[in-house]
């Protein structure tokens, strides 16, 4: 049996920030990865804004900084949003992914590769004694002073420390372009209830003349790779030629909503196990890893005063929602209403943000880690926006005050 300090259950951007964190700390740390390679496959758009790149402390992963959007309506109608600056980056994520691990790894974080936790068989000793299995075929176990569940979207550990999961898991489906038509300055993003009720589709440039190209809707029983293949139809139609020979694929889920607990007794969950998600966008990155962050401060004090208890670890989660939990409400209740609108609303909504004043409002205050700031404003500004939506909730979001982004650096 190996006994650690802390077991993290996944090497992705969370788990390798939470291992990077303990084992500069001093903790005996090791990582469980179920792929032998860390950062495959990806499961990702790749699209980031520069915080996640100061969390990483390198920019080494940026392929292309972007400076717009484009956003289409089901009749492709558009408005679109450039910046001077740079205001999101298209990343080569398994590039990231490597990077995060390997500054845990130089910190003194172990990662075992090809080990899939399965489960937790027992407590003893003030441990936790874990099962999982090496190359699919070998029984491992570690003994543990404290699990860490960065296990992403599917999260084993949360089910073994029965902590309850997300409400909603959003289907996603993806595909590569290695060449494709489109200006690569900009992301685009295409909003239809035909091909991504519930989100949308997207068009992200690779930033070497292709394009990731993917959508994430309601889990309502249809494919995503149905819509995909209708979103696809659709971009021949954008781009007047058809969009051919796609490298490869991806299909993954997006978790949506509230755990209510990450926490337990010798148990954090971080990143998408926690559904630390965007509910606007399905972006998990940012959030995760400074999640992933806060996670290791408290679990550092724990550790080095010997009390793992669920009281003691509670205190991550009033920390992260500290955070995140206004913007993620205000998210949700916004997302309770865009999944409601026809495709007659949307194009309605392109069309009211053509406005050139609520565009000023968009490239001045857009922030794609916090997206509910803007739409606040946009509904001081414009009484057709409030008209898209239900009066009490209109008035509800507007009225909530103002709320301070998180100063990181
Ligand atoms: C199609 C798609 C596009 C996306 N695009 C973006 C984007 O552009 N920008 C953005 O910010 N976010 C995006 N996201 C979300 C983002 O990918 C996630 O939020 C992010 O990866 C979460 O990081 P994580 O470390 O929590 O989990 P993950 O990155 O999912 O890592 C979990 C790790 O745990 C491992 N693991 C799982 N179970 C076990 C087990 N039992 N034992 C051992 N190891 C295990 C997995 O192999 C994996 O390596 C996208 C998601 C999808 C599906």
Not at 46 to 63: M, N
Not at 169 to 184: N, V
Not at 294 to 312: F, K, P, Q, T, V
Not at 316 to 337: K, V
Request: proline fraction near 6%.
């Amino acid at each position: 049996m190996e006994r650690v300090d802390v077991l993290v259950v996944g090497a992705g951007p969370a788990g390798s920030t939470v291992a990077y964190r303990l084992a500069k700390a001093g903790h005996d740390v090791r990582v469980l990865e179920e792929h032998r390679q860390v950062g495959h496959p990806v499961q990702c758009a790749g699209l980031v804004s520069k915080r996640v790149l100061d969390l990483a402390g390198s920019h080494a992963s940026v392929r292309k900084p972007v400076h717009g959007a484009a956003v289409f309506g089901p009749s492709l109608g558009s408005v679109e949003f450039r910046a001077p600056e740079p205001r999101a980056y298209s990343i080569d994520r398994a590039s990231l992914d490597l990077e995060l691990a390997d500054r845990a790894a130089r910190a003194g974080a172990r990662f075992d590769t090809g080990v899939r936790f399965d489960r937790r068989r027992e407590d003893r000793d003030g441990r936790v004694v874990l099962e999982a299995t090496r190359d699919g075929a070998t029984p491992v176990e570690y003994s543990a002073r404290l699990v860490v569940g960065a296990d992403g979207v599917a999260s084993t550990v949360a089910r073994a420390f029965r902590l309850r999961r997300p409400v909603e898991i959003l289907p996603a489906f993806e595909a590569e372009f290695p060449r494709s038509p489109g200006d690569t300055d900009r992301v685009e993003v295409y909003l239809s209830n035909a091909f991504a009720p519930g989100l949308f589709g997207w068009w992200i440039p690779d930033g070497q003349g292709g394009a990731r190209v993917g959508v994430a809707a309601n889990a309502d029983g249809t494919s995503a790779r149905h819509y995909y293949d209708r979103l696809v139809v659709y971009l021949s139609r954008r781009f007047g030629t058809p969009l051919t020979s796609p490298t490869s694929y991806l299909a993954s889920g997006i978790p949506i909503g509230n755990v209510p607990r990450t926490y337990g007794d010798r148990v954090l969950l971080v990143g998408d196990a926690a559904a630390q998600v965007k509910p606007l966008s399905g972006g998990g990155i940012f959030t995760g890893m400074r999640s992933a962050e806060i996670a290791a401060g408290i679990a550092d004090g724990a550790l080095r005063a010997g009390d793992l208890s669920s009281s003691r670890l509670e205190e991550y989660d009033r920390a992260w929602r500290r955070e995140f939990g206004e913007e993620f409400g205000r998210a949700l209740a916004l997302r309770r209403i865009f999944t409601r609108l026809t495709d007659a609303d949307l194009d309605r909504l392109i069309e009211t943000l053509r406005s050139s004043e609520l565009l000023g409002t968009i490239v001045a205050f857009g922030d794609i880690d916090f997206p509910t700031h803007v739409v606040r404003r946009l509904l001081g500004e414009s009484p057709s926006l409030v008209r898209l939506m239900p009066k009490a909730l209109g008035a509800w979001l507007r009225s909530r005050p103002e709320y301070q982004v998180p100063d990181l650096a």
